[in-house]
């Protein structure tokens, strides 16, 4: 038995639709809380020992084929807020990168590094997403969250321990709202410059294909900050190429042509698919290179059940 709610609890839910990559097998549960006073009073009431897993818009994610044991919970309609205040912009978890981007750019505050970073704020901080030599740590000034005994938490960029495509949050905490400091710019130019970024992103990364961004990490020059000076002496990509990796194939899955660090779902894909074809590419970059890749795309959830001989 679940706590009641007023926004939506679905049982045995596919997940598959609910991630770029149109794969994965089914949630025990999905809540879709209507506000963060039903989250709260969901996470208060829910049996400490059921396990919770937040997901945004599922840009970053495979989800495995034999699905979620556990309450997953996606933010929606009452999570998407944006408001700006000076040289502050405050969105919610659900509040999709690139509109955060552009609204702040109306408002002549320069987060254009949001603009082609897949998927909602929730996820970016997660992450520390970054871009163009930007991330979310050289913005962010607080983020509230909800614990996993439903209180409402204010969490600094210190207590998140930001780092390369990373951040420390306790188990079962889901983030709600963030809040970033901007310099000002003129509009039109902040405009150009968006413009700019989606034109280089498109002639050198498969966005119009089923991926989930870069696959794996850039293996070296990573700093304990994850900040904008970092520098990155080797990027994944080449040691994929260098591996003749480029173009590999597993099932319906595929290291793109266009760019070797995008794992794709060339349409007939499962999660096995293409967790063991990423697995297959970091062992040929060890063995060829002697660069043990780490993942970017967060894997979740368990195997399909191997079918019992009869």
Same mark, same amino acid.
Request: aromatic share 6%.
């Given at each position: ?84 205040? #000076?040289?502050?912009? &405050?969105?919610? %978890? ?6 955060? /981007?552009?609204? $702040?750019?109306? *408002? ?112 070296? #020059?990573?700093?304990? &900050?994850?900040? %904008? ?6 990027? /994944?990509?080449? $040691?994929?190429? *260098? ?68």
């Amino acid at each position: 038995m679940l706590p009641e709610v007023r926004g939506t609890l679905s049982a045995n839910r596919s997940l598959a639709e609910l991630t770029w990559l149109r794969v994965g097998g089914p949630a025990d549960w999905l809540f879709q809380p209507a506000d963060i006073e039903d989250l709260q009073a969901f996470l208060a009431a829910l049996d400490p020992l059921v396990p919770v897993f937040p997901i945004g818009v599922g840009s970053n994610l495979i989800v495995r084929d034999g699905g979620i044991r556990a309450v997953v919970i996606r933010l929606g309609r009452g999570f998407n807020g944006i408001e700006i205040v #000076g040289n502050r912009v &405050t969105a919610g %978890a659900a509040a999709l990168d690139a509109h955060v /981007a552009r609204r $702040a750019a109306e *408002a002549g505050l320069d987060l254009t590094f949001l603009r082609t970073i897949p998927g909602s704020i929730g996820g970016a901080v997660r992450m520390n997403a970054g871009c163009y030599g930007s991330y979310v740590a050289d913005h962010l000034i607080e983020a509230v969250a909800v614990s996993r005994a439903g209180k409402r938490v204010v969490l600094s960029p210190a207590d998140l321990h930001l780092s390369y495509r990373h951040s420390e949050l306790p188990a079962g905490y889901v983030f709600v709202s963030a809040t970033f400091q901007a310099i000002s710019a003129n509009p039109a130019d902040l405009v150009e410059k968006m413009e700019a970024q989606i034109a280089k992103r498109d002639a050198s990364q498969p966005t119009r294909e089923r991926s989930a961004g870069s696959t794996f990490r850039n293996p070296s #020059g990573q700093s304990s &900050t994850g900040r %904008a000076d970092d520098v990155h002496d080797l990027k /994944a990509w080449k $040691a994929i190429d *260098a591996a003749g990796m480029r173009g590999a194939r597993r099932g319906g899955a595929q290291m793109s042509e266009m760019h070797s660090n995008f794992l794709i779902n060339t349409g007939s894909a499962t999660a096995a698919d293409l967790e063991g074809l990423g697995e297959e590419v970091r062992e040929r970059v060890l063995q060829q290179s002697g660069i043990r890749l780490e993942w970017e795309i967060m894997r979740v959830g368990e195997p399909m059940p191997e079918p019992h001989d009869k």
